[in-house]
């Protein structure tokens, strides 16, 4: 029997009926249908929304820990704020409640990462993913543009959260800290929503999100101390922008090289 054969089982442990899993087919490349639909430009819309709210948190969380621990500023405590874990936590988090939040809209995308990679398997249409980067890479500017905005003196004092090589690694260790974590989470993207998966292990209700969350949170606890941890163009773009120094930019060119691989679950 197939890998993708759902077999089940009756009270008795016997196994009485079983079916062939077919897999959806491939989204088409330009669907000229979907361009009328409503449905595209609510998805379009919430993957904005979701990349300017994922920027604005997690860019506000690592200004305030840099100030929490600043010490220069009297009252602080080098050892205070929440610290690289806290960091993480709030990157992790975020994706977590964003993706909860717009997966039944959208497929909570909020990386063009997670976009190109789900083209790449046939899983959106091209003219989707470039909607979708295009939105997610404006939520983002916006989203960083939010928090320069509320917080013009600490943004410009404590870089603004963008994304540079830390002194002591070569470009080449953060590129490829980048194409590991990026494949990292795009990897759990696809084992979190395979529907194979889903209909092997319907006994098993998996909360999706929560795989994607944690995949997060784990790339940023091995890789803030190298990067500051893309893995996610939008971020690391939307911050570069909007701080607009020569040393983020100067080492962006690893974040837009990152590239996810397809996961075997497609």
Not at 17 to 25: I, L, R, S
Request: overall charge neutral.
């Amino acid at each position: 029997m197939g890998k993708d054969d759902v077999i089940e089982s009756g009270a008795g442990g016997g196994e009485f009926a079983a079916k062939d899993y077919t897999d959806p087919p491939p989204a088409p490349l330009i669907d000229a249908a979907e361009l009328g639909s409503w449905s595209l430009y609510r998805a379009v819309i919430a993957e904005f929304i979701a990349t300017l709210l994922f920027l604005y948190i997690t860019v506000l969380t690592v200004i305030g820990y840099k100030h929490q621990t600043d010490p220069n500023v009297a009252g602080t405590d080098a050892c205070g704020g929440v610290g690289i874990l806290g960091i993480a936590w709030a990157f992790g988090g975020m994706i977590f409640v964003l993706v909860y939040c717009t997966a039944g809209i959208s497929g909570g995308h909020i990386n063009p990462a997670v976009t190109f990679g789900l083209f790449l398997a046939r899983k959106v249409s091209l003219v989707r993913a470039l909607l979708y980067i295009v939105a997610q890479c404006l939520g983002a500017i916006c989203g960083v543009g939010l928090v320069k905005a509320f917080q013009s003196a600490y943004f410009d004092r404590y870089g603004g959260g963008a994304n540079s090589l830390a002194s002591g690694y070569s470009r080449g260790t953060g590129l490829g800290a980048e194409i590991i974590g990026t494949f990292v989470l795009v990897y759990t993207v696809f084992s979190a929503t395979d529907p194979k998966r889903n209909a092997r292990d319907s006994h098993v209700p998996v909360l999706a999100p929560l795989p994607i969350g944690f995949a997060v949170f784990m790339v940023h606890l091995a890789t803030i101390p190298v990067t500051g941890t893309g893995i996610n163009p939008a971020r690391s773009l939307g911050a570069a922008v909007i701080y607009n120094k020569d040393k983020p930019w100067d080492d962006h060119v690893r974040y837009v090289s990152t590239h996810p691989v397809p996961s075997p679950f497609t």
